[in-house]
């Protein structure tokens, strides 16, 4: 009988270390998952780098003037102000913004390149509680997003 307890004693030590083993093997499984994600974000973080960088190199800036249908300088820094601006604006609004940051703009002009930009799907009128207002429609955003890297 005593060859019996000790063999009994024998397999419930086993138990334990194999036991101990299953909960260290799942540890090692979960600690392996957690540096996969990182790496795989880590890398994804440096293919949009890339992205930017060849993009800067190819044509020696990152701007809007890079999506279709934006074809000379006001209607870039329009888009660069709607993108800056979150938030619709008038035709006041973007000529003051573009006259800060390019030194003039004429309303006129400003007018004539927004109806020019709205028959190309680029921006749309927005008619709201403050009244008329341009915005960017989502598929100009949508481009800008995925040239930047940032969506798929």
Sequence with gaps: MPEDEE?????????????????????????????????STSSDI???????????????????????????????????????????????QITER???????ASRHTVRDRLKLMESRNVVKEIDDTHGKGYALTEEVIDKWAKLLGIKI
């Design 7 to 39: 063999l009994q004693e024998e397999i419930r030590t086993l138990k334990s270390q194999v036991s101990n083993l299953e909960r260290m093997l799942e540890s090692l499984m979960n600690m392996h998952r957690n540096v996969l994600e990182k790496v």
């Design 46 to 92: 440096e293919k949009r780098y890339i992205r930017l960088l060849s993009l800067y190199q190819r044509y020696g800036k990152i701007s809007p003037s890079l999506l279709p249908d934006i074809d000379d300088p006001v209607m870039e820094s329009i888009v660069e102000v709607l993108l800056s601006s979150g938030k619709p604006l008038n035709i006041t």
């Design 98 to 104: 573009l006259r800060s940051k390019r030194g003039k």
